[in-house]
C-alpha cells in the first residue's frame, strides 16, 4: 500500500490519524501561509492545504502527501492562531455567546497516479459565554495559542463549545469522512492504510 505522508506539525492531526488506524509519515511543510491572502475561507483553507502539501511532494517518491489547513470565520472575518496572549483573549471575549464556521481543507496528492484532489470542510461552532476570569484562565494554560480558532476541541476548549453542527473531527484539524471519501475517489480504500499501523 502506498504510505501517506502528512505535510503538517500539527500533533492533533497525526492523533486523529493513529486513533483512526492510520499511521503517517509526519513531515511538517515549513510553508508561508503569509503569502496567500483570499478573503473567502474554503478557497483559502484549500489554497494553504494544497501549498503545505506541494512544499514536501518533493521529497517524496510514489507517495500519498496530505495537506490540511483551518480557520475560523465569524462576522465575515476570518482567524487563524491567534498572534499573541492578548490577541487570544480579545478573540474569546469576542467569540463569546457567538456562533463561528471552522474551516478546514485538504489537499491529497497522489504521486503514483499524479492527481490532486482539494475539498475543504465546515463545521458550525457554538461558543459558550464565558466570563472574563475564565477566558484569562483558559489563554494562560497555553491551549488556546496553537489552534486556529483560539480553542481546542478535545482540550480545555471543550469546555466552552455548547455545540457543533458538522464534523468533529473536522473542527480538531482533519476531517477524517471527508478524507475517507478523498482516498476513495483516488481508488483507495481507507481500511487498506490500517495495514501500517505500529504497535
Known amino acids: 500500500m502506498i504510505p501517506l505522508i502528512l505535510a503538517s506539525a500539527s500533533s492533533a492531526r497525526r492523533r486523529l490519524l493513529n486513533e483512526a488506524g492510520i499511521s503517517a509519515f509526519v513531515c511538517p511543510s515549513d510553508f508561508d501561509e503569509s503569502q496567500v491572502q483570499i478573503d473567502d475561507p ?53 467569540m463569546r455567546g457567538q456562533v463561528g464556521d471552522l474551516y478546514t481543507g485538504h489537499a491529497l496528492i497522489d504521486q503514483t497516479q499524479n492527481q490532486t484532489l482539494v475539498r475543504s470542510q465546515v463545521t458550525r461552532v457554538f461558543f459558550a459565554n464565558v466570563s472574563d476570569r475564565q477566558i484569562a484562565a483558559y489563554v494562560a494554560s497555553g491551549e488556546p495559542l496553537q489552534c486556529a480558532g483560539c480553542f481546542a476541541l478535545e482540550g480545555r476548549g471543550g469546555l466552552w463549545i455548547e455545540k457543533i ?20 475517489d483516488l481508488g483507495y480504500d481507507v481500511a487498506d492504510f490500517w495495514q501500517f499501523v505500529q504497535e
Open 42 to 94: 474554503a478557497e483559502l483553507v484549500q489554497t494553504l492545504a494544497k501549498g503545505k502539501a506541494e512544499a514536501v511532494v518533493r521529497q517524496f517518491s510514489n507517495s500519498l502527501i496530505l495537506g490540511c489547513d483551518s480557520v475560523l470565520a465569524m462576522d465575515g472575518k476570518i482567524y487563524g492562531k491567534p498572534l499573541s496572549v492578548a490577541d487570544a483573549i480579545a478573540r474569546w471575549q469576542q
Open 165 to 184: 453542527e458538522g464534523c468533529y473531527s473536522n473542527v480538531i484539524g482533519l476531517s477524517l469522512p471527508l478524507l475517507r471519501k478523498m482516498l476513495s
